[in-house]
């Protein structure tokens, strides 16, 4: 299944975006996030123009006195146009304009492009004292997935319908630690001063260095697969010394009771198919294939008879309507489903094919 977004055209940048530009822009961008954002820049040529004006703009106003600059005034304008940054060309007059007048204009180009082109740059450090004390929280919905480049340069492919709750940075601890509902895959920039650390469900995940995916979901509890690296791995509720160590192509579970499952060498590709937008199903019980339907369709799966609850199922999407992947799980379980709007029922079917 093809499950990435429509492509928005590469002119399309988010408030998200802009705060990465100006973090890279003004050097608060670690050593990881910065390369990060250079190659992320570098691969679209709208951006590559965005950046290369701002960086002239910030060059001009930082040769010159730029006292005269509204500063109260420029808040203002950020705060009501924060959503929708342009581009403004200077103006082919200027050439022709005399020095003081050329100079004076130059301030007031320069003043605009970075309020409407960078204005997150003004804007941060009015919220900055603010967002130090709060969580920040990415989210996706029904069948999206999303890429957020935290701070330290660690990367983060959120599935559907998952939340990712990155804690404020405790100053005199420096530990680095975010919340997972859903599905994510993790790079993580590795700094043993500044440990990683995912909760997830009542799983805790440190990173020791890797890239690793979890899937965290209420009924069917909390997986974690490791692609590279390793990771040490426990119950919530546990002390840290008895955590167990993963390694690349290490499985984990911990169930809903709390316990830890440890698959060594268990990993395949079908575990990370999600990140390409595929669906993989490998003797998948019932419960676990009802939350990815609706993870990735919105279509909830219920049980007409208690018994069909224990069937496990075997099978790949990839690109299929929701209609016809119900159909192939239904003739996969031998089984029977009828579907009315946001609710898919299977029923037990007898050898004529009606249900029962």
Same mark, same amino acid.
């Given at each position: ?93 200027m050439a022709s304009a005399s020095p003081d007048r050329s100079f004076s204009a130059l301030l007031r180009v320069a003043a605009a492009a970075i309020i409407i082109i960078g204005g997150t740059m003004l804007w941060q450090s009015v919220r900055r004292s603010r967002a130090d004390a709060e969580d920040q929280t ?45 599905? =994510?895959?993790? !790079? @993580?920039?590795? &700094? ?7 909760? +997830?469900?009542?799983?805790?995940? %440190? /990173? ?11 009924? =069917?509890?909390? !997986? @974690?697969?490791? &692609? ?7 119950? +919530?509720?546990?002390?840290?010394? %008895? /955590? ?15 316990? @830890? ?16 937008? %595929? ?39 990839s690109g299929e309507p929701v209609d016809r992947v119900l159909n192939v799980i239904a003739l996969s379980l031998g089984a029977r489903i009828e579907r009315e709007g946001s609710v898919a029922v299977l029923y037990r079917a007898t050898a004529s094919g009606a249900r029962r």
């Amino acid at each position: 299944m093809n499950m990435s977004k429509p492509d928005e055209g590469s002119a399309y940048l988010s408030p998200d975006d802009w705060e990465r530009i100006a973090r890279y822009l003004t050097g608060e961008a670690g050593a990881g996030e910065a390369e990060a954002t250079e190659r992320w820049v570098e691969a679209d040529l709208h951006r590559i123009k965005v950046v290369r004006l701002l960086e002239t703009v910030l060059a001009n106003v930082a040769r010159e006195d730029s006292s005269d600059i509204d500063i109260d005034g420029a808040l203002k304008l950020v705060k009501s146009r924060f959503d929708e940054p342009k581009v403004i060309p200077f103006s082919t007059r200027m050439a022709s304009a005399s020095p003081d007048r050329s100079f004076s204009a130059l301030l007031r180009v320069a003043a605009a492009a970075i309020i409407i082109i960078g204005g997150t740059m003004l804007w941060q450090s009015v919220r900055r004292s603010r967002a130090d004390a709060e969580d920040q929280t990415y989210a996706t919905s029904i069948g999206d997935r999303r890429q957020v480049v935290l701070r330290d340069g660690t990367t983060v492919l959120l599935g559907p319908t998952s939340r990712l709750v990155v804690s404020s940075i405790t100053p005199d601890e420096g530990d680095r630690v975010v919340m997972l509902d859903g599905v =994510a895959y993790f !790079r @993580v920039v590795h &700094d043993p001063a500044h440990p990683f650390t995912v909760k +997830a469900g009542k799983m805790i995940i %440190r /990173d020791v260095g890797t890239a690793f995916s979890i899937d965290n979901d209420d009924s =069917a509890g909390t !997986r @974690v697969a490791v &692609d590279s690296g390793t990771i040490a791995i426990g119950a +919530a509720a546990e002390d840290r010394e %008895r /955590d167990a160590v993963l390694n690349a192509r290490d499985r984990a579970t911990v169930d809903r009771k709390g316990v @830890v499952l440890v698959e060594r060498s268990a990993v395949s590709d079908d575990d990370l198919a999600w990140t390409q937008g %595929r669906l993989v199903f490998r003797d998948a019980p019932l419960i676990l294939v009802g939350a990815e339907l609706y993870r990735w369709y919105g279509v909830r799966l219920r049980v007409a008879d208690s018994s069909l609850a224990n069937l496990h199922l075997t099978a790949s999407f990839s690109g299929e309507p929701v209609d016809r992947v119900l159909n192939v799980i239904a003739l996969s379980l031998g089984a029977r489903i009828e579907r009315e709007g946001s609710v898919a029922v299977l029923y037990r079917a007898t050898a004529s094919g009606a249900r029962r």
